[in-house]
């Protein structure tokens, strides 16, 4: 904590002061040090690099050892001769994240270890689309405290958690999220009996972060879009998730495609939803499913069917139903994207969630769309290409938000350990 925030209460000597928000910078230095080298680091590499004694060195390892943010593995050998020195490298049995997200079949939970590992993930296989969201919210508060019990034999201690949701979000209020029919929703009361402090986010913004860990190297500026219940795109720009004036950027799902097409559950008319969800697409098989409508059929409830896997069965036979509707799925996400390729000016468009699955039929529309109208397409050809993370980048990255708070600042949880 620094003296800024400290101006309201009583203000210990400036000596004080200083020496205490000098003791956290150093720790926050050598960490970010531990956590940025690609093999473990031995102490005297790290006084070398930073400028601190060894004493310092020693005393600031101690001490991230003891809270279990660091581990010593392995010797590194710097060249030269003499005794192998023993390496730090971040912990895999402390702080973790867990992530919690709403797909159009099923509910998932994951969690997070420092390093960025997955330890555990779990799917629960059935739609939640037009359900209450006081079941859906309760059925996901089940499968997180199972993966929080899961992992404490793990030697891990989940944190935080974040839930991803397919909409504007407001603090812990879901303003609103069409495809699941929710308006204000206020998802982190709902989830308090986590016994873990829960943050709720749009699931297109989470999934772009899990996809910026994913490439290890940061892919710089690129525009993620998730399809699903919704359509969602999170926007990185040089490394950083653009979150817009109110946080509720990226829904790409409520830009009109069409002026006078089909209602939207938003309200509007013809929305990339109404083309492009797998809603959308599925209503277009005849004989695909018993589904109820929603607005503007972009939603509705799927009753015991798995909406990607129907798709992608009839597409595969080459069904001229399933062809034609994710052409004009792919065509009409195309549109779209041009149209934010041309206000951003990103290199690299993913595609997420059940675009992911079903990018290999709405691949080459996309691209045609983006081809003929992004302005510089012609010379700086746009890169379209599926996830690294899938179907599981949103959760995985609510998980990463939840720890990446730590990684930022350790001191917050070395300050809960004492």
């Given at each position: 904590?620094?003296?800024?925030?400290?101006?309201?209460?009583?203000?210990?000597?400036?000596?004080?002061?200083?020496?205490?928000?000098?003791?956290?910078?150093?720790?926050?230095?050598?960490?970010?040090?531990?956590?940025?080298?690609?093999?473990?680091?031995?102490?005297t590499e790290l006084a070398t690099a930073t400028g601190l004694?060894?004493?310092?060195?020693?005393?600031?390892?101690?001490?991230?050892?003891?809270g279990r943010l660091i581990t010593e593995k392995g010797v590194?050998?710097?060249?030269?001769?003499?005794?192998?020195?023993?390496?730090?490298?971040?912990?895999?049995?402390?702080?973790?994240?867990?992530?919690?997200?709403?797909?159009?079949?099923?509910?998932?939970?994951?969690?997070?270890?420092?390093?960025?590992?997955?330890?555990?993930?779990?799917?629960?296989?059935?739609?939640?689309?037009?359900?209450?969201?006081?079941?859906?919210?309760?059925?996901?508060?089940?499968?997180?405290?199972?993966?929080?019990?899961?992992?404490?034999?793990?030697?891990?201690?989940?944190?935080?958690?974040?839930?991803?949701?397919?909409?504007?979000?407001?603090?812990?209020?879901?303003?609103?999220?069409?495809?699941?029919?929710?308006?204000?929703?206020?998802?982190?009361?709902?989830?308090?009996?986590?016994?873990?402090?829960?943050?709720?986010?749009?699931?297109?913004?989470?999934?772009?972060?899990?996809?910026?860990?994913?490439?290890?190297?940061?892919?710089?500026?690129?525009?993620?879009?998730?399809?699903?219940?919704?359509?969602?795109?999170?926007?990185?720009?040089?490394?950083?998730?653009?979150?817009?004036?109110?946080?509720?950027?990226?829904?790409?799902?409520?830009?009109?495609?069409?002026?006078?097409?089909?209602?939207?559950?938003?309200?509007?008319?013809?929305?990339?939803?109404?083309?492009?969800?797998?809603?959308?697409?599925?209503?277009?098989?005849?004989?695909?499913?018993?589904?109820?409508?929603?607005?503007?059929?972009?939603?509705?409830?799927?009753?015991?069917?798995?909406?990607?896997?129907?798709?992608?069965?009839?597409?595969?036979?080459?069904?001229?139903?399933?062809?034609?509707?994710?052409?004009?799925?792919?065509?009409?996400?195309?549109?779209?994207?041009?149209?934010?390729?041309?206000?951003?000016?990103?290199?690299?468009?993913?595609?997420?969630?059940?675009?992911?699955?079903?990018?290999?039929?709405?691949?080459?529309?996309?691209?045609?769309?983006?081809?003929?109208?992004?302005?510089?397409?012609?010379?700086?050809?746009?890169?379209?290409?599926?996830?690294?993370?899938?179907?599981?980048?949103?959760?995985?990255?609510?998980?990463l938000t939840s720890i990446d708070q730590i990684r930022r600042?350790?001191?917050?949880?070395?300050?809960?350990?004492?």
């Open positions: 904590m620094t003296a800024a925030f400290r101006q309201n209460g009583p203000r210990p000597p400036d000596s004080a002061v200083r020496q205490e928000d000098l003791r956290d910078l150093n720790l926050e230095v050598v960490f970010q040090r531990i956590l940025g080298a690609d093999s473990p680091i031995s102490r004694t060894r004493p310092t060195i020693t005393r600031i390892a101690e001490e991230l050892l003891a590194t050998h710097n060249g030269r001769a003499g005794r192998p020195r023993v390496g730090l490298t971040l912990s895999d049995r402390g702080p973790a994240g867990l992530g919690l997200d709403i797909r159009a079949d099923g509910l998932a939970a994951c969690v997070v270890d420092l390093t960025g590992t997955v330890r555990h993930l779990t799917f629960a296989p059935m739609p939640y689309t037009g359900r209450d969201a006081g079941a859906v919210l309760g059925e996901l508060t089940r499968m997180g405290r199972e993966a929080i019990e899961a992992v404490m034999a793990k030697e891990l201690t989940v944190v935080t958690a974040t839930l991803a949701v397919p909409g504007p979000v407001d603090g812990g209020m879901v303003r609103i999220a069409p495809a699941l029919g929710w308006r204000d929703v206020d998802a982190g009361t709902f989830l308090a009996d986590l016994g873990v402090p829960c943050a709720v986010d749009n699931e297109a913004n989470l999934a772009a972060l899990g996809e910026l860990y994913a490439g290890g190297d940061p892919l710089g500026s690129f525009l993620y879009v998730s399809g699903g219940l919704g359509i969602g795109a999170g926007i990185v720009l040089d490394g950083t998730l653009m979150r817009g004036a109110r946080g509720w950027s990226g829904e790409l799902g409520h830009v009109t495609v069409e002026s006078e097409g089909a209602a939207c559950a938003c309200g509007s008319r013809g929305c990339l939803e109404t083309y492009a969800s797998t809603g959308a697409i599925l209503g277009a098989l005849p004989g695909a499913t018993n589904r109820t409508d929603a607005p503007g059929g972009a939603g509705g409830i799927f009753e015991g069917i798995n909406p990607d896997s129907v798709i992608t069965t009839r597409a595969e036979a080459a069904d001229p139903a399933a062809l034609a509707a994710l052409d004009r799925a792919g065509s009409a996400l195309g549109i779209a994207l041009s149209g934010a390729v041309n206000v951003l000016d990103v290199g690299t468009v993913l595609l997420g969630g059940s675009f992911a699955l079903l990018s290999s039929w709405l691949i080459d529309s996309v691209r045609a769309e983006i081809d003929r109208r992004v302005v510089t397409a012609s010379w700086s050809p746009v890169t379209v290409r599926p996830t690294l993370l899938g179907p599981d980048a949103a959760v995985i990255g609510a998980a600042r350790p001191t917050t949880w070395l300050a809960r350990q004492s």
